[in-house]
């Protein structure tokens, strides 16, 4: 959408932002079924709250 100033609407700005999330979400899915992994896991994986090591709890 284009305003009658010739610039963009900040409807218009968001409309892209969110198709733009959707997209890139999409995408992961499409490469991860294509590929069969999961990057998301992997990056969850590698956290360090999900490594093992000594227990610090008490």
């Excluded at 409807?11 to 991860?32: K, M, P």
């Amino acid at each position: 959408m284009v305003c009658g100033s010739g610039g963009r609407s900040e409807r218009a700005v968001t409309e892209l932002a969110v198709h733009g999330i959707a997209a890139s979400g999409l995408t992961g899915l499409v490469l991860s079924a294509v590929t069969d992994t999961c990057g998301l896991a992997v990056l969850l994986g590698r956290l360090p709250f999900n490594r093992r090591g000594p227990a610090t709890r008490a």
